[in-house]
Every structure is written in structure tokens, then in C-alpha cells.
């Protein structure tokens, strides 16, 4: 346990001292790992899946599928394949969630009569082994939180997107969802603006598109140095 713990906190320097940059499309480390998998056909988009290393460095991927009920005139994400970097420190919290919860070889399923939230899996692949579990509502209160962070982390991925598409489609558009972007970032809806600090460096300083927009994607900046 020593040891995988040494090796994640020297990740976790490296990629500190590195300032979060996200990598090289390709070149994420191998070693331990922590996959989600999030399936809700109610969404959009249904279905994606994250990796994560104990660096921060990660992989997103989802499927656009059909688009939900009353859904279809919006802007809707395409499939997705992308490299991206959260801080170390919240990469960390996930593996250390992961060894308390014995690498996700334990029940997550609270088996309660609640509202379908979306099926979350858990999986760990590491030196001590692998796991898994999958829930839609986990009475386990860490677990449940990790699953409404790692969904989060999905939905400022997503945004990132949607800011990329007004930006080259429909500049106009780009104050409304910058506006629902700082609300979901208040909220915490949306976790790790710095995933998405490329495009909001490319808002800030581009004196083409509104001024309330720059001024927005800088407060955004200035929360994902926290």
C-alpha cells in the first residue's frame, strides 16, 4: 500500500510542477487506473466513459446516440474522443476513494426505490489488483459523492465542447452558455475548469467575441487555478 501510494504522489508532483498541462493525444501514462462508465438514455449525450491516472492525466469519451424528448432543436455534443487533465489533487481523491473502497470490490447498489440517476461503473486496474461495481444510487455517501464529481467533471468536458462549437459556429450564442457554465461552476455541477482551459484562454483574449464573454471566461480561469 506504501508503495502505490509513493507512486501516486510522485505522479502527482510531476504533473503539478508541469502546471496541469493536458498531454499529447496517445500519450497517457499507463499504471493504475480508474475507468467511469455512465449510461443514462435520458441524457445526451447517454453514454461516456472516463479514464483516469493518479497524475490527473485523463481520456473522455462519449456517444451523441438520440437525442432525448424535447431535446432535439439543441445543441447537441458529437461523439467524443479526447485527452484531458484535472489537478492532481482531485485525481488523488479518486484513487484514495478507490483503496478505501477496496479497489471497488464491495457493493455500491443501494437497491432503493429512488429516481433513475444513470448507471455509474467503478473500475480499478492497478499493482493491487482490480475491481468493479456499478449503481445507480449508492447509500455509501463517498461512493455516491464520487459519483456526482466524476459526472461533473464530464459536464465541464462537455461544456468545453459546446464553447469550441459557438466559438467557430455562433459566436452570438457563446454568453448564454458561458453564463450557465459559471452557474454549474458555482453550483458544482460542473468540477475541474481547468480541463477546459484551453478554450477558455482562446475566450479571454479574443477581443472578437463579446466583452461580458471575456470577462466570464477570466472569472472561469481565475477558478480553476483554485
Known sequence: ??????????????????????????????????????????????????????????????????AP??????????????DFQVSPKFAASVFETAQRHDWFNEPCESNMKVAFQGWKKFSY???????????NYSKDKEIQALGDSMQAVAETLLEGVRLEMLLEHDPLGLDKEIESLVEAAQDGRAQQICAIRGILERLAQDEDVMVLVR??????LARAQT
Open 1 to 66: 500500500m506504501r508503495a502505490a501510494a509513493g507512486v501516486m504522489m510522485a505522479a502527482a508532483l510531476v504533473a503539478s510542477a508541469r502546471g496541469w498541462a493536458a498531454p499529447p493525444a496517445g500519450t497517457l501514462a499507463s499504471g493504475p487506473v480508474v475507468v467511469v462508465e455512465f449510461t443514462n438514455t435520458n441524457l445526451s449525450p447517454p453514454h461516456w466513459t472516463m479514464t483516469l491516472h493518479p497524475d490527473g492525466t485523463g481520456h473522455f469519451r462519449s456517444e451523441m446516440g438520440a
Open 69 to 82: 424528448a424535447g431535446e432535439a432543436d439543441q445543441m447537441r455534443v458529437p461523439n467524443l474522443s479526447r
Open 125 to 135: 486496474s492497478g499493482p493491487e489488483g482490480a475491481g468493479s461495481c456499478t449503481f
Open 215 to 220: 470577462k466570464r471566461a477570466k472569472l472561469l
